[in-house]
T-cell receptor
C-alpha cells in the first residue's frame, strides 16, 4: 500500500457529463501529481500541485481542471466528457516539489465514458 | 518537446534469464531517472531510481545504468522470476519538476 488514496475506483458515466476524481496524498506529502493512462499513450502527466498552488501543467485539456485543498487532498474535475476520455487516472504524491523526490502512486480511478 | 522513448514494448524471457529494458531521453536538464513496475489493476510502484551523478545502481536482482552523454538509461533484471511479470515504465525528470514517462514494456517471464 503506497499510502495514496484515490476514490472512486471505478466510474461509469455518459458523454457530456462531469465527474470529480479525488486523491488523498500520503501523510506529510505536499505535492500531488495527476496522470492519465490510456492503452496507446502510456502515463501522461496532467498537472502538479504543491501545497495548494499549481506548479506545472502537462497535456491537460481545457475541459479538465484540478485543485489542491488546504488539507492537501486534491480533486481532478473532468467536464464535457468524450469517449476518448475513458482511461485510468492516477494521482501520485511526494514530499517536496522537485522531481527528484520519489512519487508514490495511488491505485487509480478507472473512468469509462459511454 | 521533452520525450522519453522506451524499448522494447514487449519482452518475453524464460525464468532464470536476464531482461534488459532501454530508454532514451531528450531533455538535457533531466537529472533523475526512476523505474516503475505496474502490476495488473494496480498503480505504478517505484522499484529503483538513479540520479545524474551516478552511473550505475544495484538492488539485489535489479540494476540501472545511466549514460548521460548518450542520454540513455537501462534496467537490468537478472535471474527473472514469474512474479517479475508486469509492465515496467522508465521516466525522466523535467526542469518543471515533473516526470515524463516512457510508454512501458510488458515483461512476461515464462516458468
Amino acid at each position: 500500500d503506497s499510502g495514496v488514496t484515490q476514490t472512486p475506483k471505478h466510474l461509469i458515466t455518459a458523454t457530456g457529463q462531469r465527474v470529480t476524481l479525488r486523491c488523498s496524498p500520503r501523510s506529510g506529502d505536499l505535492s500531488v501529481y495527476w496522470y492519465q493512462q490510456s492503452l496507446d499513450q502510456g502515463l501522461q502527466f496532467l498537472i502538479h500541485y504543491y501545497n495548494g498552488e499549481e506548479r506545472a501543467k502537462g497535456n491537460i485539456l481545457e475541459r479538465f481542471s484540478a485543485q489542491q485543498f488546504p488539507d492537501l487532498h486534491s480533486e481532478l474535475n473532468l467536464s464535457s466528457l468524450e469517449l476518448g476520455d475513458s482511461a485510468l487516472y492516477f494521482c501520485a504524491s511526494s514530499f517536496e516539489s522537485r522531481a527528484k523526490n520519489i512519487q508514490y502512486f495511488g491505485a487509480g480511478t478507472r473512468l469509462s465514458v459511454l | 518537446g521533452e520525450n522519453v522513448e522506451q524499448h522494447p514494448s514487449t519482452l518475453s524471457v524464460q525464468e532464470g534469464d536476464s531482461a534488459v529494458i532501454k530508454c532514451t531521453y531528450s531533455d538535457s536538464a533531466s537529472n533523475y531517472f526512476p523505474w516503475y513496475k505496474q502490476e495488473l489493476g494496480k498503480g505504478p510502484q517505484l522499484i529503483i531510481d538513479i540520479r545524474s551523478n551516478v552511473g550505475e545502481k544495484k538492488d539485489q536482482r535489479i540494476a540501472v545504468t545511466l549514460n548521460k552523454t548518450a542520454k540513455h538509461f537501462s534496467l537490468h533484471i537478472t535471474e527473472t522470476q514469474p512474479e517479475d511479470s508486469a509492465v515496467y515504465f522508465c521516466a525522466a525528470s523535467t526542469s518543471q519538476g515533473n516526470l515524463i514517462f516512457g510508454k512501458g514494456t510488458k515483461l512476461s517471464v515464462k516458468p
